[in-house]
């Protein structure tokens, strides 16, 4: 089982980016999946999951209206664009996924390897 993301890098504050989880062994549209990001010296915290119920989007209040994720069922693969970024969303991003979303929100048993966004001038 693998979590494969790509994505991410270094943005000025308003940019924009996005960062891709292809998901093997996986199947995302079985699965609560989403994205968790951690800053230094920072809790993990959640950004963006699907439900594995219902396949609802639930936000982060600090990202909602600016990042939007997304999933090709095609693909397996998870996505989450981002806009007007700010230094504060600077932080290692994950995509996570687990049969119930209560477990992915709490410890997730799938992980990506992580993927750097830095947001500064």
């Known amino acids: 089982v693998q979590l494969v993301e790509s994505g991410g890098g270094w943005v000025q504050p308003g940019g924009s980016l996005s960062l891709s989880c292809a998901a093997y062994?996986?199947?995302?549209?079985?699965?609560?999946s989403g994205w968790f990001r951690q800053a230094p010296g920072k809790e993990r915290e959640g950004v963006a999951w699907?439900?594995?119920?219902?396949?609802?989007?639930y936000y982060a209040d600090s990202v909602k209206g600016r990042f939007t994720i997304s999933r090709d069922d095609a693909q397996n693969t998870l996505y989450l664009q981002m806009h007007s970024l700010k230094p504060e969303d600077t932080a290692i991003y994950y995509c996570?996924?687990?049969?119930?979303?209560?477990?992915?929100?709490?410890?997730?048993?799938?992980w990506g390897q992580g993927a750097q966004v830095t947001v500064s001038s």
């Open positions: 699907f439900s594995s119920r219902d396949g609802h989007t």
């Open positions: 996570a996924a687990d049969p119930r979303l209560e477990d992915l929100l709490q410890g997730a048993q799938f």
């Open positions: 062994d996986v199947p995302l549209d079985y699965y609560a």
